[in-house]
């Protein structure tokens, strides 16, 4: 693969905006792996895409998780050990060394899309 592919956005539509639920999370596949998308917020609301799997249970739950705001940064509670992972950037508040993968998400239309260019694990 030549340096220009590598450059240019993969947007892949993971699912429309009906079908998500504000203030929560969903699961999608995403080249077979599975990917956690939350929207947050009402009428100026912010699309997050994180990945599914909790790296401590390492079962694939973090859009069943609870969604919570502190001091301006919005995080999700694993369902299992309760880890809070920031949406935004993957951190694990309880061990930052720990993050889960973050992907680039837009709205187009009525389409949710994440960006796949880098590998989805």
Not at 25 to 46: E, Q, W, Y
Not at 61 to 81: D, M, Q, R
Request: hydrophobic share 40%.
């Amino acid at each position: 693969m030549n340096s220009l592919a590598k450059t240019i956005p993969e947007w892949l539509e993971v699912c429309h905006l009906d079908d998500l639920v504000m203030g929560s999370g969903v699961a999608v596949l995403v080249k077979g792996k599975a990917v956690a998308i939350f929207a947050i917020g009402s009428n100026d609301f912010k699309l997050y895409a994180i990945s599914h799997k909790d790296p401590f249970s390492n079962a694939d739950v973090l859009a069943h998780g609870i969604v919570c705001e502190g001091n301006g940064v919005w995080t999700v509670a694993s369902p299992i050990y309760k880890q809070h992972f920031r949406l935004d950037t993957g951190e694990c508040l309880e061990d930052p060394t720990v993050t889960v993968n973050t992907w680039p998400i837009r709205l187009r239309g009525n389409l949710v899309e994440i960006n796949t260019s880098d590998e989805v694990s």
